[in-house]
């Protein structure tokens, strides 16, 4: 069983940044694609970046260019790096692990899930 422990999340200003942690345990880390998703109030969970086992990256529309993706093997931890943030980036943060090697764009092809943190950001 893999536990994901999210951590990073806050209150910034519009244009400012945060780095979400996701710390794995539990698995075979490096193994693993790794992906983020966030859910907003009364909207869908959608995917915001995904790393692949090899390092690949992938990012939604929305993100690209201002956030990134990392991951430490060795650490047993994933990272998302947000810049430049907006307030439409405000949502509970989900890091997932899929035991398949490349990443996916869909929820339903991560087989481990944290519990999320909150990221506000102000106007």
């Known amino acids: 069983q893999v536990q994901l422990v999210e951590s990073g999340g806050g209150l910034v200003q519009a244009e400012g940044s945060l780095r979400l942690s996701c710390a794995a345990s539990?698995?075979?880390?490096?193994?693993?694609?790794m992906g983020w998703f966030r859910q907003a109030p009364g909207k869908e969970r959608e995917f915001v970046s995904g790393i692949s086992r090899s390092g690949l990256t992938v990012y939604s529309d929305s993100v690209k260019g201002r956030f990134t993706i990392s991951r430490d093997n060795a650490k047993n931890t994933v990272y998302l790096q947000m810049s430049t943030l907006k307030s439409e980036d405000t949502a509970v943060y989900y890091c997932a692990a899929s035991m398949t090697p490349q990443f996916h764009r869909i929820a339903s092809m991560y087989d481990y899930w944290g519990q999320g943190t909150q990221v506000t950001v102000s106007s």
């Open positions: 539990g698995g075979f880390f490096s193994s693993y694609a």
